[in-house]
């Protein structure tokens, strides 16, 4: 009970005059906030917009955080809530997500090369694998790479990727497992990033769906289908996030902004 009580507690004050409210998970908030701009000025319409890991906002809309939308960066958070009658329509996919390794611009690392200039008694930000996808993600691809136990005791954990940015920014990570949603273009960091392959995408799969029990079913499935709009799908890529019917090509410079 207690536990319930914290995690009732922790929900951001909603009682607001927004008329739409979206739970995302935040490698979404530079797209996002681009796109509720838009949305906002078209519809002429107020949207608030809660960032945080996949996993705490599913667990959230489960014991009735009241939601509008809710936008995943792991298919199967969303899978999870669909089971148990928390979504209402369609799923839609918006694409993949890319994983990036940053370099932080304080620390004085080296660019980012190879995990070779990871062993080297480096702090390496994480967000927290238990409830954020790209936290998942990077740990996927460290055992696939063979150097997870090297690396664990260097791995420095956060609550979701977008803190992760922010360890990295400040310098108190030497480098980070971000998301390439959350890296500016022409911005210094895209000079020290690298794009790391993954070996199964669908660990980003980027979802959303309207949450059953929205207070304006309506208005959530009008911003759902913007979304799907030719202007917003180019969004996205130049986001960093890859389309579902395009080829995501990890690694390559630039990939995904174009």
Do not use: W
């Not at 108190?172 to 990033?193: H, K, N, P, W």
């Not at 207070?215 to 913007?226: D, E, G, P, V």
């Amino acid at each position: 009970m207690r536990g319930l009580l914290c995690l009732l507690m922790s929900f951001p004050l909603l009682a607001s005059a927004a008329d739409l409210t979206i739970a995302a998970a935040s490698n979404y908030r530079l797209l996002l906030d681009d796109i509720v701009l838009r949305f906002e000025q078209a519809e002429q319409v107020d949207v608030d917009v809660i960032y945080g890991s996949s996993g705490k906002l599913a667990t959230q809309i489960q014991h009735g955080a009241p939601y509008d939308l809710y936008f995943s960066a792991n298919s199967a958070y969303m899978a999870r809530l669909e089971q148990v009658g928390e979504l209402t329509g369609r799923v839609m996919t918006d694409g993949y997500g890319q994983l990036v390794l940053l370099a932080s611009a304080n620390s004085h690392a080296p660019f980012v090369e190879s995990l070779d200039t990871l062993m080297k008694g480096k702090a390496v930000a994480i967000a927290q694998p238990k409830h954020a996808p790209f936290g998942k993600a990077a740990v996927s691809y460290l055992k696939s790479e063979g150097v997870y136990e090297q690396l664990s005791p260097s791995l420095v954990y956060a609550e979701n990727v977008a803190q992760v940015m922010h360890m990295v920014r400040s310098g108190s990570a030497d480098y980070g497992f971000v998301a390439l949603s959350l890296i500016e273009q022409g911005t210094d960091a895209a000079q020290r990033m690298k794009i790391l392959p993954l070996k199964d995408k669908h660990l980003l799969k980027q979802q959303h769906a309207v949450i059953a029990g929205a207070k304006n079913t309506k208005l959530a499935t009008r911003f759902s289908q913007f979304m799907q709009q030719p202007e917003i799908t180019q969004l996205k890529r130049r986001y960093g996030i890859e389309p579902e019917n395009d080829e995501v090509n990890n690694g390559a410079p630039g990939n995904g902004r174009g």
